[in-house]
């Protein structure tokens, strides 16, 4: 057991070597040229951020946008998991809607946004549909999906044994499709970000899209690095949590 | 025969089943006696498999009743319980929550109960994908067993296992139902497990039963003349009909020349 731990502990060091190379290279490349402004040097990014946290602009940007797309996702999310959920159990919904739902998939969600800003202005309104949006399409299918490849012979057991409605759905439709449905809030989790960022980046007030586009604009460098740092900072704990969701959930695939 | 109370005996009269143009039943009649245990042979797509799921109420015959207990059978009912071919427990339930699926109330105790009875009671707090192929097919049988059934219905629930593990599941399906006394039809390919467990075998051919036998040897049968004789007995109209078949077609080839 104790070794086994300390076969992990390595593992989690290898992780981490190419991240820590990648910024001693970053470093070695700023260090010489100390007036470049294109390519900031690392320690600028982190003064730049420490002085950012000093005066709260950082919390607040990061707030404002993770609350976009935590709500962005809810709905997004929310609404594929049901339409996946009623597709896949209803053949009338199914042939009326899923012909659909597959020909909008195909549109490119960014390709809307000047569309979204005439239609809702560039409030949160917008933001927050924008994420919804491509956020629903990895739920639904999966979701969908999921279902339409559940064992039947499950199904059948459950019957035999008197299952239906809600009790068939919670013991064996529901767990049976869950791997799936995760594969797609894992999926959504990324389009998530992506949409966000680009949105933020065209109409925003407020939040870290907004922050790299004035910064961008003021040739402040340091603080659009400053501001991917962060989206890939949140990108990875939205990972961290749907694989901490998926081994905490399908704890049964483990063994089989 | 033990203390049959718990058994419910089937009338099944003049049943027809199509699937579209196929006719897989025919005109079939059968009447078993309630704590019996019925074998039920023949070739596949005989239509044994079909019968057997009509009697669980998955399947509506397209002509024709089927009686539970003097009672027609409308769907699946809680008195009928099966075992498939395949153990179809859940995964993503240990296997004590699967045996307890079988329970009426969801009853942990009686699930435990009924675990120990096919002695996995140590398995319990396990999950099914770490299980064998027959621990996996024992937990689906105390699954069924576990609501005291009144029909146990057997589709091949045997057959993918190895020769060993099959010849105790044996074993332990007569010692339940000898001890539990419901009523027990079992659909096997195999003629001397249908020898070795059924106090009657049933042969089924071209849509219809062509040989009903009475086993009446004593339990607990082991492998001898007697179940020799009865085996062969089945096995020469199994085949029988087979080398009919062939010079038929060989006739018809010759003929063709």
């Known amino acids: 057991m104790k070794h086994k731990k300390k076969k992990n502990d390595y593992k989690v060091l290898l992780q981490w070597i190419v991240p820590l190379l990648l910024i001693l290279a970053w470093y070695a490349a700023t260090n010489s040229d100390a007036g470049n402004t294109i390519f900031p040097s690392p320690a600028k990014v982190v003064t730049r951020a420490i002085s950012m946290l000093k005066n709260g602009q950082l919390l607040e940007y990061t707030e404002v946008s993770a609350k976009r797309a935590i709500i962005g996702f809810i709905i997004g999310g929310g609404i594929g998991f049901l339409l996946g959920l009623m597709n896949g159990l209803w053949k009338l919904s199914d042939i009326a809607l899923n012909t659909t739902i597959q020909m909008l998939r195909n549109i490119p969600v960014l390709a809307l946004i000047s569309l979204m800003i005439v239609w809702f202005g560039i409030g949160e309104r917008v933001k927050v549909i924008m994420v919804a949006f491509g956020v629903f399409f990895p739920v639904y299918i999966n979701t969908y999906h999921g279902i339409k490849s559940l064992d039947k012979g499950l199904i059948e057991m459950g019957k035999v044994y008197g299952l239906k409605g809600f009790a068939l759905f919670r013991d064996i439709i529901f767990p049976g499709a869950l791997s799936s449905i995760l594969v797609g809030v894992r999926l959504s989790l990324g389009t998530m970000w992506l949409i966000l960022i680009a949105a933020e980046t065209i109409a925003a007030d407020a939040g870290i899209g907004y922050m790299a586009m004035t910064a961008r604009e003021l040739m402040q460098m340091d603080k659009v690095v400053l501001s991917i740092i962060i989206y890939a900072l949140l990108g990875k704990l939205s990972d961290v949590i749907a694989s901490w969701l998926e081994r905490r959930l399908l704890q049964w695939r483990v063994v089989s | ?257």
């Open chain 2, 1 to 257: 025969m033990s203390e049959n109370k718990n058994g419910y005996g089937i009338e099944i009269t003049n049943i027809n089943k199509r699937f579209g143009s196929l006719e897989v039943l025919k005109d079939l009649n059968l009447s078993i006696d309630p704590g019996d245990f019925v074998a039920i042979v023949g070739h596949s797509g005989c239509g044994k498999s079909t019968l057997l799921r009509m009697i669980a109420g998955l399947d509506t015959p397209t002509e024709g009743s089927i009686r539970l207990d003097s009672k027609e059978v409308t769907g699946v009912n809680c008195h009928v319980r099966v075992l498939f071919q395949e153990a179809r427990l859940l995964p993503w339930k240990k296997v004590i929550s699967n045996v307890m699926i079988g329970t009426p109330d969801k009853n942990e105790a009686t699930a435990a109960q009924t675990l120990e009875k096919v002695g996995l009671i140590n398995k319990k707090a396990e999950w099914p994908g770490v299980l064998s192929g027959g621990q996996k097919q024992r937990v689906s049988l105390a699954r069924a067993l576990a609501g005291k059934p009144n029909v146990l219905l057997l589709d091949e629930p045997l057959g993918a296992l190895d020769a060993l593990t099959r010849l105790e599941m044996q074993d332990l399906i007569e010692k339940l139902w000898s001890e539990q006394g419901f009523t027990g039809i079992l659909v096997t390919h195999d003629v001397s497990e249908a020898v070795k467990l059924a106090n009657r075998v049933i042969l089924m051919e071209d849509n219809n039963i062509t040989l009903d036998i009475q086993i009446t040897l004593p339990r607990p049968r082991l492998k001898d003349n007697d179940t020799n004789y009865f085996e062969q007995l089945i096995l020469n109209r199994l085949l029988k009909i087979d080398i009919e078949q062939k010079e038929l077609e060989a006739g018809k080839m010759d003929f063709a020349i």
